[in-house]
């Protein structure tokens, strides 16, 4: 299977493309130089030249607050952009897969999210990704959403990995303790992908890892209770932190469609934080074949 990732150069994208590498796929991994979703032009050229099977799209401007300011760029980047895609790949007769977010739900749910629910985006981030999602499936059937959110691992800026190199530095780290979601270590959420592209199943997927969610609190807790880490944490409110764009209060999700498909469980989110603390060497598929 010949492979585009688009977005290489993000957590998400470095994750995927290193996992479908070491399953002998013929895979491009292209950072935005390379592949800028969002100029029609670069589109077309690199899906024609390349004539790929699959392209799996990772990249997406995902500065929340920033997004509220310049809404403008986040359409390009998150709506546009997998459209372009779509509108290639249907030409060239390539499955595409893209990423999408939790953030698309406004957090009014009690319990977890599924695609039974309908989307009702709150920020100016959230309404471009669900723009994007519905752009891409409407320019091209053959097109694979995935939702994920709380995204972990090396190699990236997010959540965990700041926070650990903030307390490592001896410094005292406020954490949310209101704001619930699902976390998804990026190496796993990267197996899942490849497991989609195999299945070239068009729908829309949630992909996280298993259990019963977290707060950004229970989130850092369980980092620290791993690592052994001590230092001050601060447990705060979302208000607290007044940025400028809204954030869902519950964003878990849960796939309806997996179970279904005969796919298996994805770890549990403990043990995708054990994982990364400790720079798990296990092969992927072990670890899902292995999943509780």
Not at 88 to 114: H, P, Q, W
Not at 167 to 176: I, N, W, Y
């Amino acid at each position: 299977m010949k492979v585009i990732i688009a977005g290489a150069g993000g957590l998400v994208g470095r994750a995927t493309a290193g996992h479908f590498t070491t399953q002998g796929g013929n895979v491009m991994a292209l950072d935005h130089a390379g592949l800028d979703i969002s100029s029609e032009k670069n589109v077309n050229a690199v899906l024609d030249r390349e004539r790929p099977d699959a392209v799996i799209n990772c990249a997406a401007w995902t500065d929340v607050d920033a997004c509220e300011l310049d809404y403008q760029r986040a359409v390009r980047a998150n709506a546009l952009g997998p459209e372009l895609l779509a509108l290639g790949c249907r030409r060239v007769g390539a499955l595409l897969i893209t990423m999408s977010t939790d953030y698309v739900f406004d957090g009014e749910k009690n319990g977890f999210y599924t695609q039974r629910d309908q989307p009702n985006p709150l920020s100016k981030y959230a309404m471009s990704k669900l723009a994007g999602e519905q752009r891409a499936q409407q320019a091209w059937a053959r097109t694979i959403v995935v939702r994920s959110g709380y995204i972990f691992g090396a190699g990236g800026t997010n959540f965990l990995s700041t926070f650990l190199a903030r307390t490592q530095g001896g410094e005292p780290v406020k954490v949310v303790n209101d704001s619930f979601g699902t976390p998804t270590y990026a190496p796993h959420l990267a197996a899942r992908l490849y497991e989609l592209a195999r299945m070239d199943l068009p729908g829309l997927y949630h992909v996280v890892n298993s259990g019963e969610g977290a707060s950004f609190e229970d989130f850092a807790r369980a980092a620290f209770a791993i690592t052994g880490l001590n230092s001050e944490l601060e447990s705060i409110n979302m208000a607290a932190l007044k940025r400028a764009a809204p954030r869902p209060k519950n964003s878990r999700l849960k796939c309806l469609l997996s179970e279904a498909l005969g796919l298996r469980p994805m770890p549990y989110w403990k043990d995708a934080v054990k994982a990364f603390v400790a720079g798990e060497t296990t092969p992927l598929a072990t670890q899902l074949s292995e999943a509780r």
